[in-house]
């Protein structure tokens, strides 16, 4: 099956500064989500980017699916950002089964 | 306009017993999945339904778990002889199937599930 791979896996940060995460995939993809898990367990959608650049706020991702590999971009983070980030690929040709990267714990201190 | 909805929010069970859990997936999806995540890992894919269905259940244990989706009311993931290895939260997503493909997936906020 397809591999995932985020890095780094844990990161802590300062209030206000910038972070990047990253994800490689060893295979060709349908389909690229990328979630927060909030310290309560809620798993919210924050992009769905198999390729190309999107924004929303301080956040953005970026997918080049040429080189199997998705950044998720955060600005100016916040102590509500922490959580665990995880990336999540559906391989091209096997429609239907979402994998998931083992994550990435982010901890934002005041 | 509600999401995916899962319920129980929380259920306690004693080693033997059956656990039951229900997710209705959003308006207008027809694709549903169940995920199970173990304390401090990630989420492993157990089964995918679609209306009276299963479509792919390679990430199932082969005893003792079950999943259906009836052609009315929610999707089931039935656990039963519970023991202490399946307390975990178990999320279900619901996405619209479209084109053959997957699409965007939207999750409910868990069942978290613990075995005494």
């Known amino acids: 099956g397809i591999q995932v791979e985020q890095s780094p896996p844990d990161l802590i940060l300062q209030e206000g500064a910038n972070s990047t995460l990253r994800c490689n995939f060893s295979?060709?993809?349908?389909?690229l989500q990328w979630f927060h898990q909030n310290p309560w367990g809620q798993l919210i959608n924050l992009f769905y980017?198999?390729?190309g650049t999107k924004q929303n706020g301080r956040l953005s991702a970026t997918t080049v699916a040429t080189e199997r590999y998705s950044l998720l971009y955060i600005s100016s983070s916040q102590t509500t950002d922490s959580g665990v980030y995880f990336c999540?690929?559906?391989?091209?040709?096997?429609?239907?089964?979402?994998?998931f990267g083992a994550g990435t714990r982010l901890t934002v201190k005041p | 306009n509600a999401g995916v909805m899962q319920n129980p929010r929380h259920l306690v069970r004693r080693r033997g017993q059956e656990a039951r859990l229900r997710c209705s997936p959003m308006?207008?999806?027809?694709?549903v999945y169940w995920y199970r995540q173990l304390p401090e890992e990630g989420l492993k894919f157990m089964v995918y339904?679609?209306?009276?269905?299963?479509?792919?259940e390679s990430g199932m244990p082969k005893e003792r778990f079950s999943a259906e989706f009836p052609k009315e009311g929610p999707s089931i993931l039935r656990i039963q002889q519970v023991v202490r290895g399946d307390s975990a939260a178990y999320f279900c997503?619901?996405?619209?199937?479209?084109?053959?493909?997957?699409?965007?997936?939207?999750f409910g906020e868990g069942s978290r599930l613990t075995v005494l």
């Open positions: 980017i198999p390729s």
């Open positions: 308006k207008g999806h027809s694709h």
């Open positions: 997503a619901s996405s619209h199937g479209l084109a053959g493909e997957t699409g965007e997936l939207f």
């Open positions: 999540a690929v559906e391989k091209r040709y096997n429609n239907n089964d979402m994998r």
């Open positions: 339904l679609q209306k009276e269905n299963i479509i792919d």
């Open positions: 295979d060709s993809v349908n389909n």
